[in-house]
């Protein structure tokens, strides 16, 4: 899991430092989680934070992602569950080379520190012939994804995410296809020693990374619809407060990132 020293800064005048990572297939570099604060600075903050403050937007940049964050709020608990929806786009080759071009859309739920998380989504290929394939896959704590390739998706069908830890060590991915009726659902339990802290929630167009960069499908618009995350406490959160995530590769902007309204996120490929 890749993160760059620029992103993390951007991110450090915020209430809690948080950062991203890049779902990469068995490789991850870690960040440091943030210093722990004493408890009566806390509910010092928890008193005196503002709601605007707590509602504002903060934008920021990565090389590898697109769409929103939700941090916890202090002293509001942590990520229990979080849900969205989105319709796979039928995505075309960009003809910039012969390669094979690449693009993910999943929701998911981590830690701090992005060694542990709870992810589902789908993946795309397109091939510099057109051929298009999709594959739905899920990820828990530190294991590398696995690939559903008996759950059948396809472009223009509309896929429901459900992430839900039930423990620090156990979580549950549920995948729905709305349009078709299909729908699989994964028990998740962590390795030893490892823990999910569930600190944020993501509804995110990825630009895969890992291993040799592989080159970024014209996806069209890709829009996360119902997007919301209940905390431990019971709170449900929309998108009020969410980090808004664009993607800028070399200088340029290439995945626009924009919150519709309370439960949507908007993802637009820039030519």
């Known amino acids: ?26 490789n991850y570099q870690h960040l440091s989680q943030p210093s722990t604060q004493d408890s009566t600075v806390l509910r010092v903050q928890c008193r005196s934070i503002t709601r605007d403050a707590e509602n ?26 979080a849900t969205g929806r989105f319709t796979i786009p039928i995505p075309k080759h960009t003809g910039a080379s012969n390669d094979t071009e690449w693009g993910s859309a999943w929701v998911g739920i981590s830690d701090y520190t992005f060694e542990s998380q709870l992810q589902g989504g789908v993946d795309w290929t397109v091939e510099r012939s057109g051929k298009v394939s999709y594959t739905a896959w899920y990820e828990g704590f530190r294991y590398e994804p696995s690939y559903l390739d008996d759950f059948n998706v396809t472009g223009g069908d509309e896929i429901q995410v459900d992430i839900a ?25 962590s390795p030893p020693d490892t823990f999910l802290t569930s600190d944020n929630a993501e509804w995110i167009m990825e630009y895969f990374s890992g291993g040799g960069r592989l080159a970024l499908a014209d996806f069209g ?25 664009k ?15 309370l439960s949507q996120i908007a993802i637009k490929y820039v030519k």
């Open 1 to 26: 899991m890749k993160l760059s020293v620029a992103f993390v800064a951007a991110l450090a005048s915020s209430v809690l430092a948080i950062g991203i990572q890049a779902r990469v297939h068995g």
């Open 56 to 81: 504002a937007n903060q934008v920021v940049t990565r090389d590898n992602w697109a769409g929103a964050m939700l941090s916890k709020k202090l002293c509001a608990g942590n990520f229990a569950s």
């Open 165 to 189: 830890t039930t423990s620090t060590t156990t979580g549950n991915v549920r995948l729905i296809n709305i349009s078709t009726g299909n729908n699989i659902s994964m028990d998740v339990t």
């Open 221 to 245: 618009r890709v829009v996360f619809t119902n997007a919301s995350a209940k905390m431990s406490t019971g709170r449900v959160e929309d998108l009020r407060g969410a980090t808004i995530i």
């Open 247 to 261: 993607m800028v590769l070399d200088d340029k902007l290439v995945a626009d990132s924009v919150i519709d309204s």
